[in-house]
């Protein structure tokens, strides 16, 4: 597998993601043994339940220090500042961030802080991934009919690595529906694991809600689980009208996306998000930071 590059939005610098456990990922993902251990074993439940347990535990809060040395995470910006005050690694984990922490940008935003990629029409995906064409949006999505409302239209992917903030927000305002569950395996949704293939989005459990707006039509929000992810909590009030930047939900310990789609014709992405992609590379976003307007502006 090949070294994964990102963008820096902010400075337009290439850098080289540091991806937690790559030789194993490889192994998994890339040798014959190791697929065979990943069917087997560690795509299922008992391992992320095991691991969640010992995220969930005291035991684990002595994790702490380090992970916030080595990832250079800025707790100034947190509720909690004191690392002494978690009770877990999951309690750290899913920490909640100052009010103001995040800006709210025009147009529609981000809705985590991480990686983006994003594609302008569905057909662009293929060129991408080595894989590509193998994923499948009625699959997916675990709804024939549904499906065809987006099969034309735009898709964002927001991936989020283990050092990132793991609570997720509405990327516009509108009304939110309830979230409806599709059970499913618990792959690894690291770029190694992904480069490879998008089905992985076909196989993980996920869930999946409508964000009816006025302005960008109706936006699908998934939520797509992952090894270690035992557990996707969602925080809104379904069939509610919520605010662009409120919090939906949050992830417990591992690394987790979110899937964006639109209806065609009704958004477009900013510039420098298509171009990226086109180079084969994710671009790095934050909760609130603009990455689409109407396609009508």
């Known amino acids: 597998m090949e ?8 400075s337009g610098e290439v850098k080289t993601e540091n991806v937690p456990g790559e030789r194993m990922l490889k192994w998994l993902y890339a040798s014959g043994s190791g697929k065979a251990a990943l069917n087997l074993l560690f795509k299922r439940k008992i391992v992320s339940a095991m691991g969640g347990w010992y995220m969930n535990s005291r035991l684990s809060a002595k994790r702490i220090p380090k992970f916030v040395n080595e990832h250079r995470i800025n707790l100034n910006e947190c509720e909690i500042s004191n690392i002494q005050h978690f009770k877990s690694f999951n309690d750290f984990f899913y920490r909640k961030l100052k009010p103001g922490a995040r800006p709210l940008e025009e147009g529609v935003v981000s809705p985590a802080d991480g990686k983006i990629l994003a594609f302008q029409a569905m057909n662009d995906i293929p060129s991408f991934f080595i894989k590509g064409s193998e994923f499948n949006l009625p699959t997916f999505l675990g709804d024939e009919s549904l499906s ?24 516009a305002s509108g009304k939110a529906s309830e979230s409806h569950k599709i059970n499913g395996h618990y792959y690894s949704v690291s ?18 809600c409508t964000l009816s707006t006025e302005d960008f039509g109706d936006i699908m929000i998934v939520d797509v689980g992952a090894t270690m992810v035992g557990s996707i909590i969602q925080t809104y009030e379904a069939n509610s009208k919520v605010n662009k930047g409120d919090e939906k939900g949050y992830f417990a310990f591992g690394g987790s996306t979110l899937v964006l789609l639109f209806e065609k014709g009704t958004i477009t992405f900013d510039a420098d998000l298509i171009e990226n992609m086109k180079k084969g590379m994710e671009t790095t976003v934050k909760v609130g930071e603009k990455i689409a307007s109407a396609i009508n502006q």
């Open 191 to 208: 770029p190694l694991a992904l480069r490879g293939s998008l089905k992985i989005f076909c196989e993980n459990k996920r869930e999946h």
């Open 3 to 10: 070294t994964i590059k990102y963008i820096e939005r902010a």
């Open 148 to 171: 065809k409302k987006y099969e034309a239209g735009a898709m964002a992917i927001v991936r989020l690595a283990p050092a990132d903030y793991h609570r997720y927000h509405f990327p």
